[in-house]
């Protein structure tokens, strides 16, 4: 069973930085695509970073230059740098991992990132 355990969420004030890290457990041969998703009240989870096996990474446009992404295959983890936060970066950001042939879907519980002006 896959499990996704996500941590760094909180607080902070716009123009602040967090740092966001999910490790992924259980079943883990072949992640194949890692990342994270956002949702924000009232809309639908949006796509803010993914980042594939071999290194090569997709952003949202509204995050370019301002969040990184990275991941240790070894360690099974995914780190969401997200630097100059804004406050329409709050949401509820949830780590995914794709897995094996067919790319299935796996998902955290969340973790809360609120940006004050």
């Known amino acids: 069973q896959v499990q996704l355990e996500e941590s760094g969420g909180g607080l902070v004030q716009a123009g602040g930085s967090l740092r966001l890290s999910c490790a992924v457990s259980?079943?883990?041969?072949?992640?194949?695509?890692m990342g994270w998703y956002r949702q924000a009240p009232g809309k639908q989870r949006e796509l803010v970073a993914t980042i594939a096996s071999g290194g090569s990474t997709n952003f949202a446009d509204s995050v370019k230059g301002r969040f990184t992404i990275a991941r240790d295959n070894a360690e099974n983890t995914v780190n969401l740098q997200m630097n100059s936060l804004k406050p329409e970066d709050t949401a509820v950001y949830y780590c995914?991992?794709?897995?094996?042939?067919?790319?299935?879907?796996?998902w955290g519980q969340g973790t809360q990132v609120t940006v004050f002006p």
């Open positions: 995914h991992a794709d897995i094996g042939f067919l790319l299935r879907r796996y």
């Open positions: 259980g079943s883990t041969s072949s992640i194949k695509f």
